[in-house]
């Protein structure tokens, strides 16, 4: 459901090495943008980020200018949040038959919930 949102970030890669690099010495190039609930969790300052293969550490993530500053570096790891849903069953059903596949001595349950 995140991806619904039309509130988007631009992930923008700032050349830190005076013009020689990768980028071309443009300055900036924008790398890609996603939705801002997505750059909340994997935009955050000092968070590795990879785009093709190259990562970039974070900046910053102004969420006011809808911009995500990275620079590229070599750090040999990178980083992924951690989202966490808490759910809640309503009203438990069944036990029933179980979908095909799920194997023998396997209950089925279903019912209402709430994310």
Do not use: N
């Amino acid at each position: 459901l995140r991806a619904i949102s039309r509130d988007r970030v631009r992930v923008v890669a700032l050349d830190t090495d005076g013009g020689a690099g990768r980028l071309g010495g443009y300055g900036a190039v924008e790398l890609e943008s996603m939705e801002m609930s997505a750059a909340k969790l994997r935009l955050y300052t000092g968070a590795v980020y990879m785009h093709l293969g190259e990562s970039y550490v974070v900046d910053e993530l102004d969420t006011e200018a809808k911009v995500a500053r990275v620079h590229r570096e070599d750090v040999g790891y990178y980083t992924e949040p951690r989202d966490h849903l808490r759910v809640a069953i309503l009203h438990r059903r069944g036990p029933g038959v179980p979908p095909a596949g799920c194997g023998r001595g396997v209950l089925a349950f279903w019912g209402p919930i709430r994310a």
